[in-house]
């Protein structure tokens, strides 16, 4: 079992930046994908980003060229660098890690969840 445990959420203004954490329990070498999903009010929860163990990734067309994930086996550690934030980046956050196969937009099969990190965007 491996636990996710998310940190850096916040509230930030229009234009400005945050950087999330998501460390893992138990070392990433047996992880092949690991992303973000976000969940808005009243919105279904959707994949942002993933990065599998070969460093290949995958943006949603909405945060392409805002956001960038980066993962570090040494530490354990996923990041996701938020650039130019909008109100509609509004969400509960979540880290999700997938032991083999790639994540899916809707979260199936997703083998484990971090409990996720609230992000706030003001106008």
């Known amino acids: 079992q491996v636990q996710l445990v998310e940190s850096g959420g916040g509230l930030v203004q229009a234009g400005g930046s945050l950087r999330l954490s998501c460390a893992a329990s138990?070392?990433?070498?047996?992880?092949?994908?690991m992303g973000w999903y976000r969940q808005a009010p009243g919105k279904e929860r959707e994949l942002v980003v993933s990065?599998?163990?070969?460093?290949?990734?995958d943006y949603a067309d909405s945060v392409k060229g805002r956001f960038t994930i980066s993962r570090d086996n040494a530490k354990n550690t996923v990041y996701l660098q938020m650039n130019s934030l909008n109100p509609e980046d509004t969400a509960v956050y979540y880290c999700?890690?997938?032991?083999?196969?790639?994540?899916?937009?809707?979260?199936?099969?997703?083998?484990?969840w971090g409990r996720g990190t609230r992000v706030a965007v003001s106008s």
């Open positions: 999700a890690a997938r032991r083999s196969g790639v994540l899916l937009r809707y979260g199936s099969f997703v083998d484990y």
């Open positions: 138990a070392s990433l070498f047996s992880i092949n994908a």
């Open positions: 990065i599998t163990s070969d460093g290949i990734t």
